[in-house]
């Protein structure tokens, strides 16, 4: 009889053992509170903490609600998310980015948000292009955007001073003193080239202004449907981008990621650098405000700058059990008030009209730069083939491209040829 | 009926094991076998052999490359850690003052992470303001910098000399540890039949902690085999492919291009190579053993 006790007593443990947890998942607790629970995926320290102080707040406001606020680390925070909405685990609020937008809703995963945004109060304080961005996919709000991302140029004053160098406003002109910088003097060179990880991001993004004409839903394309690399513009952009890693950048650059460009900036070595607009907050400490400043990325030869915008944002899952009480969090989380404390405490673009407008931070002049670009008439904004199947290897497939094109093993030519087999033209 | 109760006792333990280790494990060759890819999940079937033709005929990602590069990857790295190892725990043996920190201080290096690593030695070899381009300028070696991590032949290099300072610490803590097991007698006869230190090194030294050496070959081979972390820290695979292994481009697939299935054909091709590997060494290792 012992033995049968104990051997049950074994069985009940093992079992135990792995189905625990499941009980607990149950969202609301015997003192009738109501649980969230909150994926945060472009997790960071200090990001992790600015949303805990924004939850804890939102907690005291409201003694009914707790959140739980889930953060992996970075590198693996979205595909844990992938597989545990795929899994039908109950979230209620989850992060969603450009990147995984469309995964998301591809999969039956993210509810429809229209019916809370057409009640919203601040809707109309919610920038055009944070709209638009929310009804990517689908034209249908899946997403509430939260943060923007967009590229402009960061210009150390100080050594173009030095040089008797003026502040480029046409990539022609930036291409031009990167040049002239790399000649004056051999530990000089001009511009913080990004020769690996995403850098498509930012070396096709140079190019566009040249080439003109770009399809804004598809920046391969000129609106004519052609892809437009090989085409006259097109070429000719590729060859000005090869001549400025040659004569106007550091050798070394075919190798720089996030880290190596942001230090030649601080060194001085590279004064120019294209970068989103949370450089701000790693350059902070590191080099003195008074010795850079930002402008709007120069124009190209057809008159335009042409920029994507990365972006993230808050949705609500399709398994969530209390849907009404987490659009009632995200919409605090994701207002104007605390929208802009959120940017400011992480370093992103705000979504609202009014945060541009009446916050001291933002109407400084390092984002005015940015809150010029985002509304000027000669920015086009244009997006990446995201939805595309061939995206997700398109940044290897470029890098390794480009890396080699700028080593000066393959051919301009040969180069946009593969790029643009690999797009199926 | 004790052996009976024996096994319901250890049922947890089978579970555990086959739960945490056997489940994930067959999943990932599962995968391998499927159109497992995070853009469209509500279409997951099995697609046969095609993620392996997938990723052996890849235009872009030279599949042969990569394995080669894995080779030089694992040969260079293996060797050198294993001679400084070697030479190092040798010179451990013998006590002196201050041992016991000087050997906490050069063991140091294996308790650091491989990403922290590879970010402090891509510093190291940066081609603008890295410090072995400054050491070499002022000993008037160079007058240019060297793009150390973006020539592709000096980027294997520079990789392969990371991954050595990191890995010959395991061989010293593990071969001290042989070497300090050895029978002072046996040297003492040796050196009575008139051995010296050098015939001493080969005929007493080695044969005796020669298991020691075979297990952690065979653990730093395949571990070296499985190490992504300093070549993505440094180079992220290139430039140009050019230090692109296995291991890197497996987490390529998955974290970047979210392809789960090639991603885990990667995986269970180096697998397979370790499996192989290991069947043959462990079977050479063995016959050499049986004819001493």
């Given at each position: ?130 709209h638009e961005i929310s009804r990517n996919v689908d034209d249908t709000p899946y997403i509430l955007t939260s943060c923007l991302y967009v590229k402009a140029l960061l210009v150390r004053t100080d050594i173009l001073e030095k040089y008797g160098i003026p502040i480029p406003t046409t990539m022609d ?83 720089w990621g996030f880290n190596e460009q942001i230090n030649g900036f601080i060194s001085g070595t590279t004064p120019f650098l294209v970068q989103d607009p949370d450089v701000i907050g790693s350059l902070e400490g590191q080099l003195d405000p008074s010795l850079y400043t930002v402008v709007p990325l ?128 | ?194 051995c010296g230190a050098v015939k001493q090194l080969f005929y007493v030294t080695i044969p005796y902690i020669k298991p020691t050496i075979v297990s952690t070959i065979l653990l730093r081979t395949m571990w070296i085999v499985n190490y992504p972390d300093i070549i993505y820290a440094m180079t992220n ?56």
């Amino acid at each position: 009889m012992k033995r049968v006790l104990v051997a049950l007593l074994v069985f009940m443990l093992s079992i135990s053992l792995f189905a625990g947890g499941s009980s607990e998942s149950s969202s609301s607790d015997s003192s009738g509170k109501i649980k969230l629970t909150f994926f945060e995926t472009m997790t960071s320290p200090g990001r992790t903490q600015v949303l805990q102080n924004l939850i804890a707040e939102y907690e005291s406001l409201n003694p009914n609600i707790e959140i739980e606020l889930i953060s992996p680390p970075y590198e693996q925070a979205d595909n844990r998310l992938s597989m545990m909405l795929n899994s039908n685990q109950e979230l209620d609020v989850i992060e969603v980015r450009d990147y995984t937008q469309k995964q998301f809703v591809n999969n039956g995963k993210l509810l429809d948000l229209t019916p809370y945004i057409e009640n919203w109060a601040e809707k109309d304080d919610f920038m055009p292009v944070a709209h638009e961005i929310s009804r990517n996919v689908d034209d249908t709000p899946y997403i509430l955007t939260s943060c923007l991302y967009v590229k402009a140029l960061l210009v150390r004053t100080d050594i173009l001073e030095k040089y008797g160098i003026p502040i480029p406003t046409t990539m022609d002109e930036m291409y031009e003193a990167s040049k002239q910088l790399a000649a004056a003097n051999p530990n000089q060179f001009g511009y913080a080239l990004r020769g690996k990880s995403n850098t498509f991001k930012i070396s096709d993004v140079l190019m566009f202004g040249n080439v003109g004409d770009i399809n804004t839903e598809m920046c391969y394309e000129t609106n004519d449907g052609k892809y437009w690399l090989d085409n006259e513009n097109g070429k000719k952009a590729m060859e000005q981008y090869l001549d400025l890693y040659k004569n106007g950048c550091p050798a070394d650059s075919i190798n720089w990621g996030f880290n190596e460009q942001i230090n030649g900036f601080i060194s001085g070595t590279t004064p120019f650098l294209v970068q989103d607009p949370d450089v701000i907050g790693s350059l902070e400490g590191q080099l003195d405000p008074s010795l850079y400043t930002v402008v709007p990325l120069p124009v190209g030869t057809s008159g335009y700058r042409y920029l994507d915008y990365g972006y993230n944002g808050f949705a609500i899952s399709t398994t969530s059990k209390h849907p009404d009480e987490a659009w009632a969090f995200i919409s605090w989380l994701n207002g104007s008030e605390k929208n802009g404390e959120f940017c400011k405490a992480y370093g992103p673009l705000p979504v609202f009209q009014s945060v541009y407008e009446n916050d001291d931070y933002f109407s400084s002049d390092k984002y005015q730069a940015w809150a010029d670009e985002l509304v000027a008439e000669d920015t086009i904004f244009v997006k990446f083939p995201i939805d595309s199947e061939k995206y997700p290897a398109w940044a290897q497939v470029q890098e390794q491209g480009m890396q080699a094109m700028l080593m000066g093993t393959v051919s301009v030519d040969d180069t946009i040829k593969t790029f643009k087999e690999y797009w199926g033209y | 009926m004790r052996n009976k109760w024996l096994l319901v006792m250890m049922i947890p333990a089978f579970l555990f094991v086959i739960l945490f280790l056997y489940f994930p494990l067959a999943k990932g060759v599962v995968m391998a076998f499927q159109n497992y890819n995070m853009f469209d999940l509500t279409n997951l079937h099995f697609i046969g052999l095609d993620n392996f033709k997938a990723i052996i005929t890849d235009p872009y990602t030279n599949f042969w490359q990569i394995l080669w590069n894995t080779l030089i990857w694992l040969v260079f790295s293996l060797v050198f850690q294993f001679l400084l190892g070697f030479t190092l725990a040798l010179l451990l043996k013998k006590p002196f003052a201050g041992r016991g920190i000087y050997s906490g201080l050069v063991f140091y290096t294996w308790a650091l992470s491989g990403f922290a690593i590879g970010l402090i030695w891509s510093w190291l070899f940066n081609g603008q303001f890295g410090l072995f381009n400054d050491i070499l300028i002022r000993l008037s070696l160079i007058e240019t910098p060297l793009g150390f991590l973006s020539t592709p032949k000096l980027a294997m290099m520079s990789v392969i000399i990371t991954n050595i300072w990191y890995g010959v610490p395991f061989f010293g803590i593990m071969l001290l540890a042989a070497l300090q097991s050895v029978p002072n007698e046996l040297y003492e006869a040796s050196t009575l039949d008139g051995c010296g230190a050098v015939k001493q090194l080969f005929y007493v030294t080695i044969p005796y902690i020669k298991p020691t050496i075979v297990s952690t070959i065979l653990l730093r081979t395949m571990w070296i085999v499985n190490y992504p972390d300093i070549i993505y820290a440094m180079t992220n695979g290139g430039p140009v492919n050019s230090t692109n292994i296995l291991a890197t481009q497996m987490i390529n697939e998955v974290f970047k291009q979210y392809d789960y299935g090639q991603g885990s054909a990667f995986g269970v091709v180096i697998m397979v190579i370790l499996f192989i590997y290991s069947v043959i060494y462990l079977k050479l290792t063995k016959s050499s053993e049986d004819s001493i």
